[in-house]
T-cell receptor, first 114, second 113 residues
């Protein structure tokens, strides 16, 4: 059974810092990995999707990497802003199954202080 | 979150009552999913439907039933609600070039007293 872990559970940084969020998974046979943002009381917004054959994806100040052999993904946020404050979730899609059956981590709650 | 519509957005039930959460999509996808999110946790898959007329259990199906009557709609039913089912329920569909980028509705917040 796939297990997904996100450490730390919470992170507080001053504005302008570059930061890395971590996601680890136990079964390396994955189809894809997706990073989401969730604001308090809101739904999930997809940030980046990495297919199993890819090593990284970039969108603006965000860069996500994937290392299947070590069971790890990182989300790098450059020049953090207070508006980046939210909970970030990673989700791993299983291979040879309906890949929408994703396994989620519990998330990292990020606070960026002005 | 245009494309996936969930109703109701909020609901309070008493233990033992029943209710149905509705999800409708206008993106013409075969697959639809129901997840639940408990406070401070990630999402867990309840049920999914790979195509119209088919449904399968996810990680936490106990206490729920689902129905996929047509391609557009996927409903989740609680026959006898329990306090442990207090949660936020999300419906999702896949989208994107490879078809498996999950796209979520805004959620239905359920409290069972």
């Amino acid at each position: 059974k796939q297990e997904v872990t996100q450490i730390p559970a919470a992170l507080s940084v001053p504005e302008g810092e570059n930061l890395v969020l971590n996601c680890s998974f136990t079964d390396s046979a994955i189809y894809n990995l997706q990073w989401f943002r969730q604001d308090p009381g809101k739904g999930l917004t997809s940030l980046l999707l990495i297919q199993s054959s890819q090593r990284e994806q970039t969108s603006g100040r965000l860069n996500a990497s994937l290392d299947k052999s070590s069971g790890r993904s990182t989300l790098y946020i450059a020049a953090s802003q207070p508006g980046d404050s939210a909970t970030y979730l990673c989700a791993v899609g299983g291979v040879n199954t309906n890949a929408g059956k994703s396994t989620f981590g519990d998330g990292t709650t990020l606070t960026v202080k002005p | 979150n245009a494309g996936v519509t969930q109703t109701p957005k909020f609901q309070v039930l008493k233990t033992g009552q029943s209710m149905t959460l509705q999800c409708a999509q206008d993106m013409n996808h075969n697959s639809m999913y129901w997840y639940r999110q408990d406070p401070g946790m990630g999402l867990r898959l309840i049920y999914y439907s790979a195509s119209e007329g088919t449904t399968d259990k996810g990680e936490v199906p106990n206490g729920y039933n689902v129905s996929r009557l047509n391609k557009r709609e996927f409903s989740l039913r609680l026959e006898s609600a329990a306090p442990s089912q207090t949660s936020v329920y999300f419906c999702a569909i896949p989208k994107g070039q490879f078809g498996w980028e999950l796209f979520f509705g805004e959620g239905s917040r359920l409290t069972v007293l």
